[in-house]
Antibody, heavy 121, light 104 residues
Framework: VQLQESGPGLVKPSETLSLTCTVS????????WTWIRQPAGQGLQWIGR???????KYNSSLRGRVTMSADTSKSQFSLKLTSVTAADTAVYYC????????????????WGQGILVTVSS | DIVLTQSPGTLSLSPGERATLSCRAS???????LAWYQQKPGQAPRLLIY???SRATGIPDRFSGSQSGTDFTLTISSLEPEDFAVYYC?????FGQGTRLEIK
């Protein structure tokens, strides 16, 4: 299974960050898929998760700015983050939640390579 | 939310030595969902341990995980040069702040 993030590397302040994660080697239909971000030199922040069916959950600290969607026909899921500021500058990763003995867990494997998104005018 | 506190912040050791990294949860958590990741510069995190003590596919057996109450430990029995990296623990949607393992 491989995941690959894509999208603009530069976004202007107040605009919307849009990223896509393309999955190969697995169907997205029956798993949860997660977005994580990491500002330079800092730790990991969970952004949210989406199931292939469309069920989603987001980090409340992002105050309603996050929307995720899934397109099973393209084996892709997407992230939109509105009203971005410099604080949203980070490497963004997509990852899959693993299932252990049929139980979905929040453990993430594999991860995409990450994409750097810079918020700047 | 759960707060995961990792210690130490930085650990300086030599190849061949034993590394012990700690992750303490703010309250009782399920060991089923405690994971450890390794991250090298410029790379994505890689899953090492899931369910507190199970090694992920392809992870060498020098890596092991354990739990005692709300304290979780990642142990590297004998450090190899490629083990020097940053290590994160995770429980549900929360990550620890990381431990940097550096060459002494």
């Amino acid at each position: 299974v491989q995941l690959q993030e894509s999208g603009p590397g530069l976004v202007k302040p107040s605009e919307t960050l849009s990223l896509t994660c393309t999955v190969s080697g697995d169907s997205i239909s029956n798993s949860y898929w997660t977005w994580i971000r990491q500002p330079a030199g800092q730790g990991l922040q969970w952004i949210g998760r989406i199931h292939g069916s469309g069920r989603s959950k987001y980090n409340s600290s992002l105050r309603g700015r996050v929307t995720m969607s899934a397109d099973t026909s393209k084996s892709q899921f997407s992230l939109k983050l509105t009203s971005v500021t410099a604080a949203d500058t980070a490497v963004y990763y997509c990852a899959r939640e693993i299932t252990i003995f049929g139980v979905v867990t929040p453990t993430l494997d594999p991860w995409g390579q990450g994409i750097l998104v810079t918020v700047s005018s | 939310d759960i707060v995961l506190t990792q210690s130490p912040g930085t650990l300086s050791l030599s190849p061949g030595e034993r590394a012990t990294l700690s992750c303490r949860a703010s309250h009782s958590v399920s060991s089923n969902y405690l994971a450890w990741y390794q991250q090298k510069p410029g790379q994505a995190p890689r899953l090492l341990i899931y369910g507190a003590s199970s090694r992920a596919t392809g992870i060498p057996d020098r890596f092991s995980g354990s739990q005692s109450g709300t304290d979780f430990t990642l142990t590297i029995s004998s450090l190899e040069p490629e083990d020097f990296a940053v290590y994160y623990c995770q429980q549900y949607e929360d990550f620890g702040q990381g431990t940097r393992l550096e060459i002494k």
